[in-house]
């Protein structure tokens, strides 16, 4: 006999519905749950509101009705359990590739040898330790979104949010970093 798991899901959507202004809502009722671990995706044409879903989960857009829950919280407080990887690299120009992942450990206030430790493991897990010096200007947009990807895992967050983070990569590098994201989840 199978016991049903009462463990509430650890991101719940429900009823979402979301406006800008006096537009049709681009969100309308939507509710959806994911555990723990659980790798999900959106998919749906061009302007549906996947992106808006994403970015009112991390907390980033207001929602007009509805609720979300990470773990119990709101997505203000659970901020610092989220990563967010947006459609563009987001880099800051004036850091190289090193010093853009460290950034989001800098937030954190993690010691120093440790943000070099961690940045040194997600550029080798990204395929980038040879650039880790270079600043955006000179990296390909595939490099730059590896960069902010890395960025993202660097804080070993819980919810790893990503916005079409794999548009601008090569169909070699896409299919690896695939692979080394579904090995991390487990």
């Not at 819980?158 to 994201?181: C, H, I, K, S, Y």
């Amino acid at each position: 006999m199978a016991v049903a798991d009462t463990a509430a899901p650890f991101l719940s959507v429900t009823n979402l519905s979301k406006s800008y202004a006096a537009n049709p809502p681009v969100l309308h009722d939507l509710s959806l749950t994911a555990g723990a671990g659980e790798f999900v995706s959106l998919l749906g044409a061009s302007g549906c509101g996947k992106s808006t879903l994403l970015r009112a989960i991390a907390g980033l857009s207001s929602i007009s009705s509805g609720s979300i829950r990470i773990d119990g919280r709101s997505p203000a407080a659970a901020r610092e359990a989220m990563s967010f990887v947006f459609q563009d690299a987001t880099l800051l120009p004036w850091r190289t590739a090193a010093r853009n992942v460290e950034l989001a450990l800098e937030l954190k206030a993690l010691p120093a040898p440790l943000r070099k430790a961690r940045v040194e493991a997600v550029l080798e897990l990204v395929g980038l330790s040879a650039v880790r010096d270079f600043y955006p200007r000179q990296l390909s947009g595939g490099m730059k979104m590896r960069v902010s990807i890395a960025r993202a895992l660097a804080t070993t967050p819980q919810v790893l949010l990503m916005d079409e983070p794999f548009g601008a990569l090569d169909e070699l590098t896409r299919q690896r970093l695939n692979e080394e994201l579904l090995a991390l989840r487990s």
